[in-house]
């Protein structure tokens, strides 16, 4: 019996265990975003947070194993787009490895230093939703996590604030509900169920509570 149950288990992938580098992490990631989300009080580190725990659970959830490496991307999925560019992937890579950078990597939608520089907004998210397709699944993951934390955060503060909510954004509603669109059609093609189905599910409820504006 006890010989069964260890063949049986053998078949699960390894459990997700945090080790001092997600410590790391959180500290590396609270010293450099001091910043507030759009438009809020909130800190930003509530969006890293999330996003992590978000990813931390889908463990035993997908076909792939969660690491701690992708839960580390996960905190520091901004870092580079918003605090360095190409030098702070370089600084990620030193402290958490080639593997974390390169995650970090395939989630910034812009590696420019300096944020005035950047590409106009639809240019980058057309070129990130065409690289996305080409990233790997577990990349793949912790995008949708960012997405569907982003997309409630909108959804909770509509019910309160209303079309105001879409003045924190340099586009309005219909270029947000192309962009999840865009992205959910990327998703679909993963393996990602049920996080793709609950992010579907939110955008679906942002679209329906704000149909009657006028854009």
Known sequence: MTEKAT???????????????????????????IERRKGTEIPYMAHLLGVAALVMGEAGHTSFPVTEEMVIAALLHDAAEDHGGELRLEDIAHNFGAAVARMVEGLSDSLTEEKDAKQPWLERKEAYIKRLRQEPVEIQLISVADKLYNAKAILDDYREIGAAIWKRFKRGRQDQLWYFDALISVFRTAPLGRIVAELERVVDELRAISAGEIT
Do not use: E
């Open 7 to 33: 063949i049986s288990n053998s078949n699960q992938p390894p459990r997700l265990l945090l080790s001092d580098s997600f410590t790391r992490a959180v500290d590396y990631a609270r010293h450099l975003h």
